[in-house]
T-cell receptor
Framework: SAVISQKPSRDICQRGTSLTIQCQVD?????MFWYRQQPGQSLTLIAT?????????ESGFVIDKFPISRPNLTFSTLTVSNMSPEDSSIYLC???????????FGQGTRLTVV | QQPVQSPQAVILREGEDAVINCSSS?????VHWYRQKHGEAPVFLMI?????EQKGHDKISASFNEKKQQSSLYLTASQLSYSGTYFC????????????FGQGTRLTINP
């Protein structure tokens, strides 16, 4: 298994500002992903964080709004830029190893934009 | 593209059984099942690969019908600890390991 640490666990931010969420895995992983989850709802994939190259974004998500970095095999960041109240959500980091293996999740970052 | 789960919610008494279904409009490479308790991260239950295999541990098992693009999760003799929201995550691109999750099934177990 792998342990994922996400920081911050929660934050309240002013509209128009940006927040960077950090995701640290305790061992090397092949794949890292960022999800968004509204309370009581499903998980929506934002992007795949690729090590050493640009992230791959899902439909409806763009790099200018959600820039992602992944400098190595254990760390990734997601920035929520120019925030609006619609960005209020829980953001989850996920990681998995090569092959048909489980995905591990961080505890999530609860973001409130006011 | 999001798989459809049914039912949306289930309320059981401890010891009763439940079945949660996950259906996709796309061909699936694998299906993952997760349980999430309120305020916590999703926890992995099991993964099923195409081939119609059935897996299980303890009193939770699952099946995957590749032709029907469906998977079912079976909870037998439910325990209070089984309460939570269950999500199926579908992998439609082999090797991509990115999952598209269903809308979730909220399971409540009462004493």
């Amino acid at each position: 298994s792998a342990v994922i640490s996400q920081k911050p666990s929660r934050d309240i931010c002013q509209r128009g500002t940006s927040l960077t969420i950090q995701c640290q895995v305790d061992s090397q992983v092949t794949m890292m992903f960022w999800y968004r989850q509204q309370p009581g709802q499903s998980l929506t994939l934002i992007a795949t964080a690729n090590q050493g190259s640009e992230a791959t974004y899902e439909s409806g998500f763009v790099i200018d709004k959600f820039p992602i970095s992944r400098p190595n095999l254990t760390f990734s960041t997601l920035t929520v830029s120019n925030m609006s109240p619609e960005d209020s959500s829980i953001y989850l980091c996920s990681a998995s190893r090569q092959g048909n293996t489980e995905a591990f999740f961080g505890q999530g970052t609860r973001l409130t934009v006011v | 593209q999001q798989p459809v789960q049914s039912p949306q919610a289930v309320i059981l008494r401890e010891g009763e059984d439940a079945v949660i279904n996950c259906s996709s409009s796309k061909a699936l490479y694998s299906v993952h099942w997760y349980r999430q308790k309120h305020g916590e991260a999703p926890v992995f239950l099991m993964i099923l690969l195409k081939g119609g295999e059935q897996k299980g541990h303890d009193k939770i098992s699952a099946s995957f019908n590749e032709k029907k693009q469906q998977s079912s999760l079976y909870l037998t003799a439910s325990q209070l600890s089984y309460s939570g929201t269950y999500f199926c995550g579908t992998e439609i691109i082999q090797g991509a390991q990115k999952l598209v999750f269903g809308q979730g099934t909220r399971l409540t177990i009462n004493p």
